[in-house]
């Protein structure tokens, strides 16, 4: 039978097939291979074991998952307080593994900030101000997932699981406080478990309170303005072929900052990232 992994607990894993939902042990041969099932593989199961992993189309490592269609990152306005140049490399990721980035803004009751829907609207970014008082952005979220594996994700304590509960009260998933000591929330999501909803699959992950862009994905120096999809128009028309977008003269992409076309935090974020590109020694890939 050919199946979609759940999740995963102890060694067994949960397997929608068309027969209906599985449990299966993996092939030693797996670990052999260096492969690790996980929750959005698709495979073939045979008597209780799973016998073949079928090709991924991308893969992350955390949330560890596969064959994602759409990553949702839940930002929150306050507590925690919203990390641009985080954001941008997470972005930078789902942009280089082909994975639909999308933005939910959180806690909009506690702070307003216009700034974060404004900046990636413009990077033709979708990002989503969700209102729990009104119900404001939730049925926007459901369609930019229905029918599609898809995984929210972000900071710890962002908002991940209470967002989900609001689109799915039937998860009643775990939510936790922020701690007032540490300005971040504890960790009540500890696996990548996918639910089927909307037509799709949606995964809760475990969030994060920091992101080395290593751990996800080694993105050269010169893959990476391909990371930032409102530079697509204006690569290629540089003075110098050869122009890092960083601060030559004749740079059409430093212009757009200049005109305002490029929000210049995106810019600031790539200029670092470039910085940290060009540490990446072959030895490290």
Not at 56 to 83: M, Y
Not at 122 to 134: F, L
Not at 250 to 263: K, L, R, S
Request: proline share 4%; aromatic share 8%.
């Amino acid at each position: 039978m050919n199946g979609l992994i759940l999740d995963s607990l102890g060694g067994i894993f949960t397997v929608e097939t068309e027969e209906g939902t599985v449990e299966a042990k993996a092939r030693g041969v797996f670990r052999n291979k260096g492969l690790t099932p996980v929750a959005g593989d698709r495979c073939v199961v045979e008597e209780g074991l799973i016998t073949e992993l079928l090709p991924r189309k991308n893969s992350l490592i955390r949330p560890l998952l596969a064959n994602l269609d759409v990553c949702v990152f839940v930002v929150s306005t306050t507590e925690p307080a919203p990390d641009m140049l985080l954001l941008d490399k997470f972005i930078a990721v789902c942009e280089y593994k082909d994975i639909a980035p999308c933005i939910a803004l959180t806690k909009v009751d506690l702070k307003e900030n216009p700034l974060i829907p404004e900046v990636y609207r413009r990077a033709g970014i979708p990002a989503v101000i969700c209102d729990y008082e009104t119900g404001g952005g939730i049925e926007e979220i459901k369609e930019l997932v229905r029918g599609k594996i898809c995984a929210f994700t972000g900071n710890t304590g962002a908002g991940k699981s209470t967002l989900l509960n609001h689109l799915a009260p039937q998860l009643s998933l775990e939510t936790s406080h922020i701690s007032r000591k540490l300005g971040r929330g504890r960790h009540t999501t500890r696996v990548s478990r996918l639910y089927p909803l909307f037509g799709g699959y949606v995964a809760d992950t475990p969030g994060f309170s920091t992101f080395d862009t290593m751990q996800y994905a080694v993105i050269h120096k010169e893959e990476l303005a391909m990371c930032f999809r409102e530079f697509d128009q204006f690569t290629g028309k540089c003075r110098f072929s050869d122009c890092t977008h960083t601060k030559e003269k004749g740079c059409e992409i430093i212009a757009a900052v200049e005109a305002g076309e490029i929000a210049k935090s995106r810019h600031d974020s790539y200029v670092t990232m470039f910085e940290e590109a060009k540490r990446i020694k072959d030895w490290e890939i």
